[in-house]
């Protein structure tokens, strides 16, 4: 059987691609992140990651920014 680690996305390094597992949220930040079309399994690649400015990913080609308290939340694989 095979064992995935889960870890918040604020902890991956700039340049790693991973796959959404879930979102520790409330109703609307799921919300809110599924019409981003942040969903379960959805691959992205972290684009920058540094310890001040914003958190940078690229989803399906498009560039999004996000704040340091939601990256927290979101949990992938």
């Given at each position: ?52 400015g914003p958190f ?22």
């Amino acid at each position: 059987m095979e064992t995935t680690i889960t870890r918040p996305l604020s902890q991956v390094e700039e340049g790693e691609t991973v796959s959404i597992v879930g979102i520790d949220g409330g109703r609307n930040l799921r919300s809110r992140l599924t019409t981003m079309g942040l969903l379960p399994k959805t691959r992205i690649k972290v684009v920058r990651n540094g310890k001040s400015g914003p958190f940078v990913i690229n989803v399906k080609n498009s560039k999004m920014a996000l704040g340091r308290g939601v990256v927290d939340k979101i949990m992938v694989s």
